[in-house]
C-alpha cells in the first residue's frame, strides 16, 4: 500500500485495494442507455455493498464511482453481454 493509500484510508477514504471487498454483483447503475451502449461514459453505481453485505455509504459511494470509474464501466458492459447472449437462444 503506498503512502497516499495509508493516508487516504486513516481519512476514511476508499482505495484501491479496497475493490476486493466490494461485491459488484450488488452494483446498481443508473445512466446507462441504449445509445451508450459498449461505453457507458455516463454510467455511475447508486448502491453496491461491501463482502459483508453492508451498504456503503454516500461518501463511500462518491469515492467508490471515483475510484473505480473504469471498473464499473467495465462491470455494465460485461452485464450487458451476459444479457444479450442469453436473449439469443
Not at 503506498?2 to 476508499?14: A, P
Not at 473505480?68 to 455494465?76: M, N, S, T, V, W
Request: glycine share 4%; aromatic share 16%; proline share 1%.
Amino acid at each position: 500500500m503506498s503512502e497516499q493509500e495509508v493516508f487516504d484510508r486513516l481519512r476514511g477514504k476508499l482505495v484501491i485495494s479496497d475493490f476486493d471487498r466490494i461485491d459488484m454483483e450488488t452494483c446498481l447503475m443508473e445512466g446507462d442507455n441504449y445509445y451508450e451502449y459498449p461505453d457507458y461514459h455516463g454510467i455511475y453505481c447508486f448502491s453496491v455493498c461491501w463482502n459483508n453485505s453492508v451498504e456503503l455509504n454516500e461518501d463511500e459511494l462518491e469515492d467508490f464511482n471515483e475510484l473505480f470509474y473504469d471498473e464499473i464501466r467495465q462491470y455494465a458492459f460485461d452485464q450487458s453481454e451476459q444479457q444479450n447472449i442469453g436473449s439469443r437462444f
